[in-house]
């Protein structure tokens, strides 16, 4: 993944206006990812497709002109039995591939037969010993044979095909309708846990914009603030901007940030979720160095704890060093490196995450966003900031979701 500098410095602003320019183009909040999700879609493609191929004009046409012909001279013509397609290709017929070869199959034998018995006739035509009636009653003989025979045939078969189509058709949906509604909350289950709530509205041609930001603020915006906040933030320009809007919703932030750690109760963070709620208390009265200190040891001890298995789960294992004692710093820019740049439903929550925490546990002597060894090992006032807190909730949150859900698979 791209690494921008994480700092509003002057140097990238030009390329953050483009960028916000073509956002503001899109809006955040149009085209919803899956509020139009059709379950059924693939399935109702697929039967239209069928109903397509067997309302098709020219095999009715066939169907009627050959229905007419063998009706009309069924009594005077004893044409032999016979079959275009065997039982086995029958059974092979369950797609509009196989289907179509059959009909090209039968209609090009059809038609050498009849030229031959043509190019037969008219040599008799040309001879001395025929007459011209009996060259057309022997044309019309065999010619009626090698037509009626195979097509009349491949006319009953089709008629039996389109039946059993039917009846598959209305079993599978049967079956795969009842299935899947009885599973339909699971699947739910799924997409809420795939794409955050809060960002379930932004429009995929947006996220390359999401990810930007929360790489320039160090900030992950999955599950908190609500999607309102987010649309605020999606169309301010400059990392100040969006710091500020931030604090101006601080009741809003901690409130958010409040309902999402509802969902993590996994007994191993339990003691880290209450930590991380009394953080967000301070954050809500306005003490946000405390927060801050108290939620980079958090973050510092979740890692620890969990965060570099749930990497190794969730990323490529080549991103990582084999050491099992390789440090979070390491862990995290591994696992930022993996991004190839297309919209990945299930990971936007990770990637988010881990891009905002590139620089979290790195040991630069610049503070660019959010560090927990500045904070640690260099307190001042340009390391302990009011933005680093709100940055520290939101990305505590988000980690703890993540960890839970990984420690419940």
């Known amino acids: 993944m791209e690494d921008p500098e994480q700092q509003d410095s002057g140097e990238d602003v030009e390329r953050d206006d483009a960028e916000a320019e073509a956002t503001s183009g899109v809006r955040p909040f149009i085209h919803p990812l899956l509020r139009n999700y059709d379950p059924l879609g693939p399935l109702r493609a697929q039967m239209a497709d069928i109903n397509r191929m067997l309302r098709n004009p020219v095999l009715d046409a066939m169907a009627r002109n050959n229905a007419v012909i063998a009706a009309s001279v069924a009594a005077a013509v004893k044409p032999p039995q016979l079959s275009i397609f065997s039982p086995a290709q029958i059974a092979a017929i369950t797609g509009p591939p196989v289907w179509s070869k059959g009909v090209l199959d039968a209609m090009a034998a059809t038609t050498a037969r009849q030229n031959s018995i043509l190019e037969n006739v008219r040599a008799a035509v040309a001879g001395p010993k025929l007459s011209i009636l009996s060259s057309v009653r022997l044309f019309e003989s065999n010619w009626v044979s090698s037509y009626i025979s195979p097509l009349s045939s491949l006319v009953l078969q089709a008629g039996s095909f389109q039946s059993s189509l039917h009846q598959i058709a209305g079993t599978i949906s049967r079956v795969f309708t009842e299935d899947l509604f009885s599973r339909f909350d699971t699947l739910r289950g799924l997409f809420r846990e795939w794409l955050p709530d809060n960002l379930r509205d932004v429009d995929v041609g947006v996220w390359m914009w999401l990810l930007r930001i929360s790489a320039k603020d160090g900030t992950c915006l999955a599950w908190a603030p609500r999607a309102e906040i987010v649309a605020e933030l999606l169309a301010l320009r400059r990392s100040e901007d969006r710091q500020r809007c931030l604090m101006e919703h601080r009741l809003e932030v901690v409130e958010d940030v409040q309902a999402s750690l509802k969902e993590v109760d996994h007994p191993d963070l339990l003691d880290l979720r209450e930590l991380t709620l009394q953080a967000a208390a301070c954050i809500r009265d306005g003490h946000d160095a405390p927060a801050q200190a108290l939620l980079a040891n958090v973050l510092d001890t979740v890692m620890r704890a969990h965060g570099h298995t749930w990497?190794?789960?969730?990323?490529?294992?080549?991103?990582?060093?084999?050491?099992?004692?390789?440090?979070?710093?390491?862990?995290?820019?591994?696992?930022?490196?993996?991004?190839?740049?297309?919209?990945?439903?299930?990971?936007?929550?990770?990637?988010?995450?881990?891009?905002?925490?590139?620089?979290?546990?790195?040991?630069?002597?610049?503070?660019?966003?959010?560090?927990?060894?500045?904070?640690?090992?260099?307190?001042?006032?340009?390391?302990?900031?009011?933005?680093f807190a709100f940055a520290a909730l939101l990305n505590t949150q988000a980690l703890l979701r993540l960890v839970d859900r990984y420690l419940y698979a």
């Open 311 to 387: 990497l190794r789960s969730y990323f490529p294992q080549a991103a990582f060093p084999p050491n099992p004692n390789t440090g979070s710093h390491k862990m995290i820019a591994g696992a930022h490196g993996t991004y190839s740049g297309s919209a990945q439903l299930r990971m936007l929550g990770p990637y988010l995450l881990v891009n905002a925490m590139k620089n979290v546990f790195s040991g630069v002597d610049r503070q660019h966003t959010l560090n927990r060894h500045l904070g640690s090992h260099k307190a001042s006032a340009d390391s302990y900031r009011s933005e």
